[in-house]
């Protein structure tokens, strides 16, 4: 058995993985592997979880994004402009971000004030105030109180929220290193 062979094979006895795929084969590479895909998984079941929390205290269909980025818009309860939003959700597409406060706008839970380009801020109206109010309620009683009944889950999450900020620095900087990297 070559040792690379006998390599794979004992990644896959420790992990209980199966890495014989194109993004891994083995290693660190089957680990940021199963990692990625946990990431992705975890984003849509929290994007789902956002979507029927605010279904439960309003009638506003968001997606997760949107949801979030309500909340951010109320964030430390002062108007945000659309390059805060945009910094904020580590986003950069900015007509996406711009149709979605047009959503939030229309459903009356948010409002922009101001004009020209550097003086346009959004803040959460009374009613969007409510809503996150509300969400914030279900929220505590509903996902708070699962992670609580797991001995010792909260004090994981700490150690993860800083293992997920240092992940986004390395995929921010690998990033700019691929865009070098392009196909012309």
């Known amino acids: 058995m070559s040792d690379k062979s006998s390599k794979s094979q004992q990644d896959k006895a420790r992990s209980g993985g199966d890495f014989n795929w194109h993004l891994a084969e ?3 590479d089957a680990a940021t592997a199963e990692m990625e895909f946990a990431i992705m998984r975890a984003f849509e079941g929290f994007g789902r979880w956002q979507s029927e929390c605010l279904a439960a205290v309003c ?5 997760g994004p949107e949801n979030a980025m309500l909340h951010i818009i109320r964030m430390n309860e ?19 971000i711009q149709y979605s406060l047009r959503k939030l706008i229309a459903a009356g839970l ?12 959004y803040e959460v109206t009374d009613e969007g105030r409510r809503v996150t109010d509300d969400y914030s309620d279900v929220r505590r009683r509903i996902l708070i109180a699962a992670i609580e009944a797991q001995p010792g889950l909260a004090d994981r999450l700490v150690e993860a929220t800083r293992t997920l900020m240092l992940l ?17």
């Open 26 to 28: 083995g290693g660190a």
């Open 110 to 121: 948010v409002e922009r004030k101001g004009s020209g380009r550097s003086g346009v801020t």
């Open 59 to 63: 009638d506003l269909a968001a997606t």
């Open 168 to 184: 986004t620095g390395v995929y921010e900087d690998v990033a700019r290193v691929a865009a070098t990297r392009r196909r012309g």
């Open 78 to 96: 002062r108007p945000k402009s659309i390059k805060e939003i945009a910094r904020l959700m580590n986003r950069d597409d900015v007509a996406n």
